[in-house]
């Protein structure tokens, strides 16, 4: 599992601009779990995903990747335990830069000192799990690709790497609505056939109905939710302290005066459909 103890982080710190971004946070991640983090802007959500990443260290506290303190002297130790986390940034296709899709992907199993065999078993596979196909897409430059298709290669590129955990920071953000479900129905279903544990990071609530199983909620650095995503929508003090609102599905039936507690559309729609029938 990923482990926080007492776990702070402060921006800047001793000078006029200090800001706390986490604020002595404690939290254990199950390995094959899928967990959501959400929060208003500058909740803590980035910060918090980064260090778990080893992108940045806590101010004090200690992150523990399968029981390995990411702090350890032990260089060896360390390097294995960051290199279990994939990091999927907000807007990856931005990243990308090689001349072809195959060369791209491939990148960071080179790095990772894989021979050329393994590094194309890994760029094939990982490509299949976002539903790229490889002979089509292999010789593409990533310009050619849509928005959609590019952020796929992006992630593909960090899935060759195979990490045990996967943070996924905002994957939706900027689709249309196609690219959209397709990239969710991708994600659900890496969880569901390599039983990956996934971090998100959604500013939607709709997205993080249909995939968690977990939802922590963060608010100024601090840990103000952790459950399931129908208990955290069903409690509005939580909500409200976070600035968050419940999935849309759930204010509109509230809007329609339907008593129930679904949170995704194919609830709402069994909701609706069992109160037409009690008519």
């Known amino acids: 599992m990923i482990e926080l103890q ?34 208003h802007t500058g909740s803590g959500k980035s910060s918090l995903v980064q260090m778990i990443s080893g992108l940045i260290d806590p101010t004090s506290g200690k992150i523990f990747v399968d029981e390995i303190d990411l702090a350890t002297k032990d260089r060896i ?47 094939k596979e990982s490509m299949s799990l976002v539903g790229l196909d490889f002979e089509k897409f292999r010789n593409l430059a990533p310009l050619e690709l849509s928005g ?21 920071d905002e994957p939706t953000a900027g689709l249309d609505p196609s690219a959209r479900k397709s990239m969710l129905d991708e994600i659900s279903k890496l969880h569901r056939k390599k039983n990956s544990t996934i971090i998100l990071i ?14 922590i909620v963060l608010s100024h650095g601090k840990l103000v939710g952790d459950g399931s995503p129908r208990t955290i929508f069903g409690n ?31 609830e709402g729609i069994d909701a609706i459909l069992k109160t037409k029938g009690r008519r």
């Open 6 to 39: 007492n776990v702070s982080l402060i921006y800047a710190r001793k000078t006029p601009f200090e800001r706390r971004a986490i604020d002595d946070l404690s939290l254990k991640i199950d390995e094959g779990s899928f967990t959501a983090i959400a929060g």
């Open 77 to 123: 130790k360390a390097r294995d335990a960051r290199r279990k986390i994939g990091m999927v940034f907000q807007y990856p296709e931005h990243q990308l830069f090689e001349e072809t899709v195959e060369l791209d992907i491939a990148f960071g199993a080179k790095n990772f000192g894989c021979d050329e065999v393994e590094t194309l078993s890994r760029v």
């Open 148 to 168: 959609g298709q590019r952020r796929r290669v992006a992630i593909a590129g960090v899935l060759a790497l195979k990490p045990k955990y996967l943070i996924l």
């Open 202 to 215: 959604s500013h939607s609530m709709d997205d993080i109905a249909t995939l968690a199983d977990r939802l």
């Open 236 to 266: 509005k003090k939580i909500l409200d302290q976070a600035g968050l609102a419940r999935p849309r599905i759930s204010q509109l039936l509230e809007k329609i005066g339907i008593d129930s507690d679904a949170i995704t559309i194919d």
